[in-house]
């Protein structure tokens, strides 16, 4: 079940794309779940269908989410996925931060400080 926030500052894509990740990770929507529709889900919850698409584009994009196409949408098998790209991406911050030679302490400063300004 996805709530949005109308009086959020978070766009209301971005909390249906959070609250599937989410639902993924702690299992309430384990691999293999058939997602609604995109128009379906766009009823549900009071939103234009391009709002609901988007948040689905970037589920897919992460691998949370596959396509297969007229046979709907669903959550990806590798759920794990996204775990391993986050680790991924932590790899290559580190080899750069090293070769900047900037300390562990300002490279995790500088994650923290990202964080807090992509979490509002």
Known sequence: MITLE?????????????????????????????????????????????TVARAYRELEHDGVIETRGRHGTFVSGSADRTTRLAQEAAA????????LKITSADALRFVEQALDMTTG
């Open 6 to 50: 109308a009086n959020s500052p978070v766009p209301s894509y971005e909390q249906v794309r959070v609250q599937i990740v989410e639902q993924v990770q702690d299992q309430r929507l384990p691999a293999g779940t058939k997602l609604p529709t995109i128009r379906r889900l766009a009823e549900d919850l009071g939103l234009a269908p391009n």
């Open 92 to 99: 290559e911050y580190a080899q750069r931060i090293k070769r």
